[in-house]
């Protein structure tokens, strides 16, 4: 057994069963991050190389694989993936911070009802829902507009978010809310005021799960647009592909452009989602 000696120059031991879990920790990190290594190195391959030389290092790095991807349509795809995914992250923010708030702060049997409801929307599955959708849609002429995929990824993401941004609410102390009553403040003033500056870590949670999910959906983005000009990235990067020879380094340059924003949040603003996550769902 080995002793390591901490920071508070506590010692703290290391036997087998540690050591049995950072091993495990260590090759679950290697098979998550292996083939995000595999795609960069082999962005910068030829398609030669690709093929002949899969596990090795390209002989000449072909950088201008990134240009060349963003100039074939990369570049118009992360414009729309952008304004989608702002626009559906910030509707989410706002609208389901005030409803977490009037749930976490009110009892009534139609808050019971609202509750009940949203975690019926958890459990709805959007493949099952694609064909109202579209219809509903289509009534409203919205197919093939960036508002076909940025009212349903609302919907999608209401619930979960919600539901969250209440648990945490709910550990707020109440006597901040009557005290604030007390001393005349209005209940938005209370919600904008107290509220959310103290909810930074959920409300960073909240954008980093429906960031990725807005950036990474598939499906919606390709049976609800139709229009080269308004895909996001990853129906567009279904036209990298060709049916005799798919130039494979440009492809793969495009998905390592596509993935590196979502990739970069999470790397800002992990300390921000652990903790939004472990105070968020302990509460209800």
């Known amino acids: ?41 082999s962005s910068m391959k030829s398609y ?23 100039s074939k349509g990369i570049s118009n795809y992360f414009l729309n993936s952008v304004i989608v995914t702002v626009i559906t992250v910030i509707a989410v923010l706002i609208v389901g911070s005030m409803a977490a708030f009037a749930l976490a702060r009110y009892r009534s049997r139609f808050i019971d009802i609202a509750l009940i409801v949203l975690i019926g929307g958890m459990m709805m599955n959007p493949e099952v829902a694609i064909i109202p959708l ?24 209401l619930p979960i978010c919600v539901l969250l941004l209440r648990s945490y609410f709910l550990g707020i102390p109440k006597e901040m809310y009557e005290s604030a009553l007390m001393d005349g403040c209005s209940e938005f003033g209370i919600y904008f005021r107290i509220y959310l500056p103290m909810s930074l870590p959920i409300m960073v949670t909240t954008v980093v799960l429906t960031a990725f999910y807005a950036w990474n959906e598939f499906l919606f983005a390709t049976v609800f647009i139709d229009s080269e000009s308004l895909k996001t990235i990853p129906s567009g990067l279904m036209n ?40 968020g769902s302990v509460k209800g």
């Open 134 to 157: 579209f219809n509903i849609l289509g009534s409203l002429q919205i197919v093939d507009t960036r508002l076909a995929l940025i009212l349903p990824y609302i919907a999608f993401r």
């Open 48 to 70: 030669d190389e690709i093929y002949n030389n899969v596990w090795g290092f390209p002989s000449e790095w072909l950088i201008n694989n990134f240009s060349k991807a963003w």
């Open 240 to 279: 990298f592909r060709d049916a005799l020879q798919t130039d494979w380094g440009t492809l793969l340059a495009g998905m390592v452009i596509a993935s590196l924003p979502m990739v970069l949040l999470l790397i800002l603003l992990q300390k921000y989602l652990i903790r939004g996550l472990s105070e």
């Open 1 to 41: 057994m080995l002793k390591l000696k901490g920071s508070s120059n506590k010692l703290i031991k290391f036997g087998v069963p540690e050591l049995t879990v950072l091993i495990g920790l260590i090759l679950f990190a290697i098979l998550i991050l292996y083939p995000l290594f595999w795609m960069v190195v």
